[in-house]
């Protein structure tokens, strides 16, 4: 949904009717994994790919909406704001893609191995919260 998003937005030169089409996606995605924050956050990488300051605002502000949303639903799940606070702080990883994707500066990476620190990364810290969740 979010590569389709950022062609109909690239595509389709009558924005309103990009804009009702992404609207439309959005919607679609509440019923994925990271629901409409991924659409989201793909647009706003996209849309102002050209602009480092907007990027970067228009992601904070995509974060803190996620943020809230994830934390008054733990909030309502458990009644309880401390314990709600303890699981949504994962959110903040989030702002750690910021801090990587801002640093992209369009050319091709000059060390042939880090594409595979990269592919190696994701499946990994993956296993690694696995195995620390059966040991915890």
Same mark, same amino acid.
């Given at each position: ?5 950022? =062609?109909? =937005?690239?595509?389709? +030169? ?7 089409? !992404? ?10 994994? =990271?629901?409409?924050?991924? !659409? ?10 050209? &602009? ?9 502000? !995509?974060?803190? =909406? %996620?943020?809230? +949303? &994830?934390?008054? &639903? ?15 702080? %994962? ?13 992209? &500066?369009?050319?091709?990476?000059? %060390? ?8 190696? %990364? ?11 969740? +059966?040991?915890?």
């Amino acid at each position: 949904l979010c590569l389709l998003a950022v =062609w109909v =937005w690239d595509k389709t +030169e009558n924005k309103t009717l990009a804009l009702l089409c !992404v609207f439309v996606l959005v919607y679609l995605s509440t019923y994925c994994d =990271w629901h409409i924050f991924a !659409v989201l956050w793909t647009l706003c990488f996209f849309v102002f790919r050209d &602009n480092k300051i907007k990027m970067c605002l228009s992601f904070s502000a !995509v974060f803190i =909406w %996620y943020f809230i +949303e &994830n934390l008054m &639903n733990t909030y309502y799940s458990y009644g309880d704001m401390k314990k709600a606070l303890s699981l949504s702080v %994962y959110t903040i990883g989030s702002v750690f893609a910021l801090f990587l994707l801002s640093m992209y &500066n369009g050319k091709k990476g000059k %060390y042939k191995w880090s594409k595979w620190v990269f592919y190696l %990364y994701y499946p990994l810290h993956l296993l690694i919260i696995a195995i620390l969740r +059966e040991l915890i």
